[in-house]
């Protein structure tokens, strides 16, 4: 098996997510996590099965788990997966 999310994997996907694809971010608890009305929200950490996010929704910061639709199977999954699901979520946004 290639390399699991490691936690160290896990906090340098966060890492760059967070300083890097904020927007991306948001989309992802916002459409996949179901809180629309988050603001903004933070990569707090990945798994294969999923990902833990922070969703600030007015004064509330709010634990958001959202589910991938498979196990990922390494960081290189990690990243096409988010990739993916940010166009999925662009495309659900504009519809």
Do not use: W
Request: charge should be negative; aromatic fraction near 4%; hydrophobic fraction near 45%.
């Amino acid at each position: 098996m290639a390399d699991l999310i490691s936690e160290q994997v896990s906090d340098r996907i966060c890492k760059h997510m967070n300083e890097d694809h904020a927007d991306s971010v948001l989309l992802y608890a916002q459409m996949f996590g179901e809180v629309p009305d988050a603001t903004s929200a933070t990569l707090v950490a990945i798994d294969p099965l999923g990902m833990n996010l922070t969703a600030q929704v007015g004064e509330e910061s709010l634990p958001v788990r959202v589910t991938f639709d498979h196990a990922l199977a390494d960081s290189e999954d990690a990243h096409q997966t988010l990739i993916a699901m940010v166009k999925q979520a662009r495309q659900a946004k504009t519809a």
